[in-house]
């Protein structure tokens, strides 16, 4: 045993100084650790050269004596940058001041200015002490170091006025500096024999270790293990034996009537009563410093694997409440999001929540997060000049709201969002260790967000108009058939709101007005429909509104306020000597009247069509179809009379047009003249007997006519062919559709006559031409044609052919129900037949009846697939 009193107690310092040394060359280097790894070399050196001095190690203990009061002197300096590099203060100026003062401070040490080398003197009972001669210039020593502790106490100071006390590990600091302080205070006390000075140097390294803990520099699994901690444990075990196992036994055997091998087994069993001590504290200490971390990582790691693979700014909030409820206890938990003016409450833990309040973009919360710390713990923020500063309604804010702590999801020195935390369900403050979760958390967050909210901004102006900022049509059909198969069980509302007379509009006033009047009505049409429904800029003029469950009176309301808002404008000052703003209006429901989305989107064009040319600034609503049979022939005549007699008919507008277009089909070939007559009368009826509204009827009527339009430009030896077609002619022949298309579409305003001619030789089940659509992919208006375009055809007497019967036209219809016909049209049909409401009325084919009784001696004849 050395004679050194207490040199054990120096002993452990300096293996507790080297473990944290080593421990931390380890970890990554930041400027705080590597700060804090040069403060605790200053630490070993003294230490250390201290004990080598007391053992009189070669080269001798001057050599040794100026090791440790060099480390030492250097000290205060080295703990200066240190708590500088902490705060993340520069102060150059001081640093210079302080270097070079401590640097003279050294040189004068080393020419003995301040002390001199120990007197070794032996004790009586043979141990050593060491005694120093101390020089007056050492109080100007003194006065230095305090100038260096002074400036390290405004640093703190400065950092509690502006951030508070629980700013990270500032309290370990302090604690810190209290401690070293005042083990070198006692140390100097005139008879002192006892090492304080190494005792305050191992709590001082571990309450900065503690302070860089706090701050999130390292993770002590990172650091250390529990392996690690239980070595050290098993060591100071066994430096404890080899120190006491020998007083220890002198003394019980000097105390009990007990033999040598008595007091030794004594010794034996109240070690291991003392391994067992400190191996359960040790495993308490393990639980503290590791487990928690360890769930803390779980939870972080399972966080960020969840938002990787999410870009929805609203799932990635969830996931975050989530998260941060999994590990704190708080009451509720609210997400903002900036917009403008300030960032707004998205998303809170509890569906109860008031999301109504805001936290404006130069309030001085967002200040101290910009320029201090990324969070705030109210009760500090409280103490700082930024509350202070606060209007009472912000105060108010955090008074009502109950909040306990605000963390900001930082992205650079941007703010991405904010999330605030309430009281803790059972009260008490945030640990350090929540503090540090939450800073972990806000940091992957804020990387999400940046990345959903970058990724919804591009979808975004991918879908927005940017004229209206409502959304484009590349978005709506997308839409549509998203909200119909939720609303399969439920009623689903498509409006539109067409302009009336909008290029006159800009023909009088020119773009830039008319752009003005497209903005108004979109601002009117977003304002009516609110959070109820989505706004497209379907066309030019025309606005499309999807509204789930809403029913047609509810869609029929909320056209009618559209309707009276858009009217409104035209009261406006500046726009009183202007046309007059009007909107049409169309509405389908589904499934009422609507059994897909394209059939939704057609019937919702038909109605807006049919307020369009029944006199504007109407709302339509698109009553559907019906399967019952009604009293017949004659209403649909009436009907499609009455649509000719209408002076704002479409019909009676063009129906010179019309006449003179089927007139050329007479000249040309009698027979398709007729064959449109009859098949716009069969589909007429077939139609009001189906239910369908009168606009849609005397559509299909004006389709009817023009349905074979296209066959003018088929030379007439064929159209009156008696033998077979060519492959070559058949194709020529089935051409005519397309030509009706190219017709049509030249003739002013009667494009909405398309969809029915271009679709009545498409079949139920796919098979037909030229687009090959099947079911209700094909519209109604086209349905009704094909079933009365095959009738007619069949009971007609051509060229090619003799007539067929009517047994036999309705058998085949019948047998063709469900894969050329629509099934239910083609039931409707056959009814109608079999109780005289449609009676063919049979024309000879000219050039008279052929004898040629075949009915595939002509392609034309191949009934009942698609006549041509």
């Not at 250390?224 to 003394?251: G, R």
């Not at 606060?390 to 804010?397: F, G, I, R, V």
């Not at 009168?694 to 296209?710: K, N, S, V």
Request: charged content about 20%.
């Amino acid at each position: 045993m050395t004679p050194v009193p207490y040199l054990y107690v120096n002993f452990l310092a300096l293996c507790f100084l080297v473990l944290m040394f080593t421990v931390f060359a380890a970890a990554k280097k930041t400027p705080e650790i590597k700060s804090f790894m040069t403060v605790l070399f200053g630490f070993i050196c003294w230490s250390g050269g201290s004990i080598l001095m007391r053992l009189q190690v070669y080269p001798g203990v001057s050599f040794w004596f100026y090791v440790s009061l060099l480390s030492l002197f250097s000290l205060a300096v080295l703990i200066y940058f240190f708590v500088c590099s902490f705060m993340s203060v520069k102060a150059i100026l001081l640093k210079y001041l302080w270097s070079i003062g401590t640097v003279v401070v050294l040189i004068l040490t080393l020419l003995g200015v301040f002390l001199s080398p120990p007197t070794i003197m032996t004790r009586p009972d043979g141990g050593i002490v060491y005694l120093y001669t101390i020089k007056w210039p050492v109080y100007v020593v003194c006065g230095f170091f305090l100038c260096i502790v002074l400036s390290i106490i405004k640093i703190l100071l400065d950092a509690i006025k502006s951030k508070g006390m629980r700013v990270p590990g500032i309290q370990s600091i302090i604690a810190g500096c209290v401690i070293i302080a005042l083990g070198n205070m006692v140390q100097i006390i005139p008879g002192n024999t006892f090492p304080w000075d190494a005792l305050a140097g191992i709590g001082f390294a571990g309450l900065m270790m503690a302070a860089l803990y706090k701050k999130r520099m390292f993770r002590m699994t990172l650091l250390v293990s529990k392996t690690v901690v239980l070595v050290i444990s098993a060591f100071i075990c066994t430096l404890a034996s080899a120190y006491f196992i020998d007083p220890i036994k002198n003394f019980i055997a000097s105390n009990f009537p007990v033999n040598d091998s008595t007091a030794t087994s004594s010794v034996v069993m109240l070690f291991a009563l003392l391994i067992g001590v400190v191996y359960f504290v040790m495993t308490k200490v393990i639980d503290v410093l590791f487990t928690r971390e360890e769930q803390q990582s779980r939870l972080l790691k399972s966080f960020s694997d969840a938002v990787a693979h999410t870009l929805s700014t609203g799932e990635i909030m969830d996931e975050l409440v989530n998260v941060i409820k999994a590990e704190i206890p708080v009451e509720h938990i609210y997400v903002c999001l900036p917009d403008e003016g300030g960032y707004y409450p998205q998303h809170s833990s509890g569906a109860l929540n008031s999301l109504n309040f805001k936290i404006a973009d130069d309030s001085p919360i967002l200040k101290y997060l910009s320029e201090c710390e990324s969070y705030i713990m109210i009760s500090d923020f409280k103490r700082t000049p930024y509350y202070l500063s606060m209007w009472e309604a912000e105060k108010d804010l955090i008074r009502n709201l109950n909040l306990l702590c605000l963390v900001a999801l930082r992205d650079q020195n941007d703010i991405a969002g904010l999330v605030l935390l309430t009281a803790k369900e059972h009260g008490g403050s945030m640990s350090y260790a929540e503090v540090g979760f939450l800073t972990a958390v806000s940091s992957i967050a804020s990387i999400a967000v940046k990345n959903a909210g970058l990724y919804e901004r591009v979808f975004r102006e991918a879908r927005i108009d940017s004229l209206t900022n409502v959304y484009n049509y590349r978005y709506f059909a997308e839409k549509v058939n998203t909200e119909f198969e939720i609303c399969r069980n439920d009623s689903l509302a498509l409006m539109y709101v067409d302009l009336d007379d909008f290029k006159l509009y800009n023909q009088l006033y020119g773009s830039i007005d008319g752009d003005f009047a497209l903005r108004a009505v979109a601002d009117i049409i977003t304002r009516c429909v609110g959070n109820s429904g989505t706004i497209f800029r379907y066309s030019g003029k025309v606005f499309a509104i999807v509204l789930p469950h809403y029913d047609g009176r509810e869609a029929t309301t909320l056209a009618g306020e559209i309707q009276r808002q858009i009217a409104a404008l035209n009261n406006a000052p500046d726009r009183r000597d202007r046309k007059t703003l009007t909107a049409s209006c169309g509405i389908c429901v589904s499934p009422y009247a609507a059994s897909t989305p394209k059939e939704l989107i057609e019937n919702a064009d038909l109605a807006v069509y049919n307020a369009k040319t029944t006199g504007k600034s109407k709302v339509v609503l698109f009553k559907g179809t019906s399967p019952g049979l009604q009293r017949i022939s004659e209403r649909a005549m009436d009907i499609v009379e009455r649509k000719k007699g209408k002076s704002e008919s479409t019909y009676r507008t063009h129906s010179t047009t019309i006449f003179a277009l089927t007139a050329a089909i007479d000249a040309k070939d009698h027979y398709t003249y007729n064959h449109s007559l009859n098949v716009a009368r069969y589909a007429s009826i077939l139609a009001t007997a189906a239910g369908i509204n009168d606009e849609q009827i005397g559509i299909i009527y004006e389709a009817a006519l023009l349905h074979d339009i296209g066959k003018i430009s088929i030379p007439e030896h064929l159209l009156s062919k008696r033998s077979s077609l060519t492959t070559d002619e058949f194709a020529l022949i089935r051409n005519h559709v397309n030509n009706s298309i190219d017709i049509i579409r030249h003739l002013p305003s009667m494009d909405y006559l398309i969809p029915a001619v271009v679709g009545h030789h498409e079949r139920w089940d796919g098979k037909g031409y030229p687009r090959g659509i099947s079911g209700e992919e094909i519209p109604v208006t086209a349905r009704c044609l094909a079933i009365a375009d095959s009738f007619d055809a069949m009971t007609t007497s051509r060229p090619y052919r003799n007539i067929m019967s009517i047994d036999y036209a309705v058998r085949q219809i019948e047998d063709n129900a469900g894969t050329q016909f629509d099934p239910l049209l083609a039931h409707i049909f056959i009814s109608l037949i079999k109780q005289g409401e449609i009676l063919p009325y049979q024309i000879p084919a000219s050039g008279g009846t052929s004898s040629q009784n075949t009915q595939n001696s002509h392609p034309l004849a191949s009934v009942p697939t698609n006549t041509v």
